[in-house]
C-alpha cells in the first residue's frame, strides 16, 4: 500500500514539472515552498530563484532559518509545503545520482570521517561518475588533483581530516564540491573558520565558476558586507516569511540592514559596508577637522574613548561624513561641491570654544575647504590643546 501511494505521489510530481523553453528556466527554483521541522513550519511562502552564473545569497539574524532553507533545497531536511525544480524538473522525481550530477552541496555539519585523507574526501566527490564499483579514473583522479590545487589545499592532500584546521577542512569541502562538476552549487556558511585572506579567495573561486562556468551559487552568509560585494541577488531571510528578495542594491541600506538585525545599538554603513559602534554620549569634548577619510581614524579612537566629538566642515559627500553621521554628535557640513559658507565657519567656531582639545586629521586643503586650515589656526590661537594622531587620542585626558 505504502509503495502505491509513492508511485502515486511521484507520478502527481512528475505532472508538476515547469514546461518552459528551456532558455527561459531558472536553473533551480523553489517555488511557493514551506519549510521546517518535523512538520512545524517556520518559514512559509519562498520563491526564489538562481539563473545560470548566477551567485544568491541568504543574509539574516542567527536561527532565522536560512540553514533550513538550504538543507530543504538539498534534501536534507522533508519540505512541509511547494516545490524545488532543476532545470524545470521536480526533484521529487529525481533520483539520487540524478541529483548529485547537477548539484553539489557544502553544509556547516561537521563531518567525522575515521582515518580519510583530505585527498580521500574530495574523492567523493566524483562518485556520482564512477560505476558500481566506485572505481576512479585517470580523468577522475586528475580532477581530483584539480580541485586540490583550485582551494590551495594540495599541500594537505595526504593529511588526515582530523589533523587539519578548521579552515583547511573549509577549503577541501569546497574542493569535494567543484571536483563534483557541478551546474549548481550549494553552501551554508562557507566562509566560517576563515582568515581574511581565505574568504577572499574563496568567494574569488565561487565568483570566477559563477561568472566563467555558468555555475548557479546560493549560500549562506553572515559577512554582510562579503554577501553585498559578490552577490547578484541577496534574500534576506526573518520572521515566518522571506523579508526581503532583490538585487544587492536594492536591499543594502542603512535602514533595511538596521532592520533585518535589529541592530539598536551600532550603525551599519551601507556605502562602505561597515560596522560602527554605538555613538559616544555626554559632553562634547573635542573637535575634528579631518575630510577625505582622514578623519575616520579619529572618530573611532574617540568612541573606543568613550568620548563625545563634532566634526566638520564636511562636505555632504565627502567619505568622512558617512562615519561621522554614526559617531559625532554634531556635524559642520558644508554643501557638496559648494565653498563653505561664512554661517558654518561660524557654527564651528562656536564647536572649537566649547571645547578642550581640537583634532587636526593632516587633511589636505583646497578651494572648498581652505577655511578648515583656518579653523586650525583659530584653535591654536584660542588655547585649545591640538591632536594630530588617533594615538594621542588614547593618552589624551579626555
Same mark, same amino acid.
Given at each position: 500500500m505504502e509503495t502505491e501511494k509513492e508511485n502515486t505521489r511521484l507520478k502527481a510530481d512528475a505532472l508538476t514539472e515547469k514546461n518552459y523553453d528551456q532558455s527561459g528556466i531558472p536553473k533551480l527554483e523553489m517555488n511557493s515552498a514551506t519549510v521546517g521541522y518535523n512538520g512545524a513550519p517556520l518559514i512559509s511562502d519562498i520563491n526564489i530563484s538562481v539563473e545560470k552564473g548566477e551567485i544568491v545569497s541568504l543574509i539574516g539574524p542567527n536561527g532565522a532559518g536560512k540553514s533550513t532553507i538550504l538543507k530543504s533545497i538539498t534534501r536534507h531536511l522533508a519540505m512541509i509545503a511547494g516545490t524545488v525544480y532543476i532545470d524545470g524538473k521536480n526533484m521529487r522525481v529525481m533520483s539520487g545520482r540524478e541529483t548529485a550530477l547537477k548539484m553539489s552541496v557544502m553544509l556547516t555539519d561537521r563531518l567525522k570521517p575515521d582515518l580519510m585523507t583530505c585527498r580521500e574526501l574530495v574523492s567523493a566527490g566524483r562518485y556520482p561518475y564512477t560505476g558500481g564499483f566506485g572505481l576512479l579514473s585517470q580523468k577522475d583522479k586528475e580532477?581530483?588533483?584539480?580541485?586540490? =590545487?583550485?582551494?590551495?589545499?594540495?599541500?594537505?592532500?595526504?593529511?588526515?581530516?582530523?589533523?587539519?584546521?578548521? $579552515?583547511?577542512?573549509?577549503?577541501?569541502?569546497? =574542493?569535494?564540491?567543484?571536483?563534483?562538476?557541478?551546474?549548481?552549487?550549494? #553552501?551554508?556558511?562557507?566562509?566560517?573558520?576563515?582568515?581574511?585572506?581565505?574568504?577572499?579567495?574563496?568567494?574569488?573561486?565561487?565568483?570566477?565558476?559563477?561568472?566563467?562556468?555558468?555555475?548557479?551559487?546560493?549560500?549562506?552568509?553572515?559577512?554582510?558586507? #562579503?554577501?553585498?560585494?559578490?552577490?547578484? *541577488?541577496?534574500?534576506?531571510?526573518?520572521?515566518?516569511?522571506? +523579508?526581503? +528578495?532583490?538585487?544587492? /542594491?536594492?536591499?543594502?541600506?542603512?535602514?533595511?540592514?538596521?532592520?533585518? +538585525?535589529?541592530?539598536?545599538?551600532?550603525?551599519?554603513?551601507? #556605502?562602505?559596508? /561597515?560596522?560602527?559602534? *554605538?555613538?559616544?554620549?555626554?559632553?562634547?569634548?573635542?573637535?575634528?577637522? $579631518?575630510?577625505?577619510?582622514?578623519?575616520?581614524?579619529? +572618530?573611532?579612537?574617540?568612541?573606543?574613548?568613550?568620548?563625545?566629538?563634532?566634526?566638520?566642515? #564636511?562636505?555632504?559627500?565627502?567619505?568622512?561624513?558617512?562615519?561621522?553621521?554614526?559617531?559625532?554628535?554634531?556635524?559642520?557640513?558644508?554643501? =557638496?561641491?559648494?565653498?563653505?559658507?561664512?554661517?558654518?565657519?561660524?557654527r564651528a567656531k562656536q564647536l572649537i570654544d566649547s571645547v578642550i582639545f581640537l583634532a587636526d586629521c593632516g587633511c589636505e586643503t583646497g578651494e572648498y575647504n581652505k577655511e578648515n586650515a583656518a579653523l586650525i589656526e583659530y584653535a591654536k590661537k584660542t588655547g585649545k590643546h591640538i591632536l594630530t594622531s588617533p594615538k594621542e587620542i588614547a593618552e589624551a585626558g579626555l
Open positions: 580532477i581530483i588533483e584539480r580541485s586540490l =590545487a583550485r582551494v590551495n589545499a594540495s599541500d594537505i592532500a595526504d593529511k588526515e581530516i582530523t589533523a587539519i584546521s578548521d $579552515g583547511q577542512r573549509q577549503r577541501v569541502l569546497l =574542493a569535494r564540491a567543484l571536483c563534483q562538476e557541478p551546474e549548481i552549487i550549494v #553552501l551554508d556558511e562557507p566562509t566560517s573558520y576563515l582568515d581574511i585572506r581565505n574568504k577572499i579567495e574563496l568567494l574569488d573561486i565561487l565568483s570566477e565558476m559563477a561568472k566563467k562556468e555558468k555555475i548557479a551559487v546560493i549560500m549562506s552568509l553572515h559577512e554582510i558586507d #562579503l554577501a553585498e560585494r559578490i552577490s547578484d *541577488k541577496i534574500v534576506c531571510v526573518k520572521g515566518d516569511r522571506i +523579508y526581503s +528578495y532583490g538585487t544587492a /542594491s536594492e536591499i543594502f541600506s542603512d535602514t533595511n540592514i538596521a532592520s533585518l +538585525y535589529d541592530i539598536k545599538k551600532g550603525h551599519f554603513n551601507a #556605502l562602505l559596508g /561597515s560596522i560602527e559602534l *554605538k555613538k559616544p554620549q555626554g559632553e562634547i569634548k573635542c573637535f575634528v577637522v $579631518g575630510g577625505n577619510g582622514t578623519g575616520i581614524p579619529f +572618530y573611532r579612537a574617540l568612541q573606543k574613548k568613550g568620548t563625545a566629538f563634532a566634526a566638520g566642515i #564636511l562636505q555632504k559627500n565627502d567619505i568622512d561624513s558617512a562615519v561621522a553621521l554614526a559617531l559625532a554628535s554634531e556635524i559642520v557640513f558644508s554643501d =557638496a561641491f559648494c565653498p563653505i559658507t561664512p554661517e558654518q565657519v561660524c
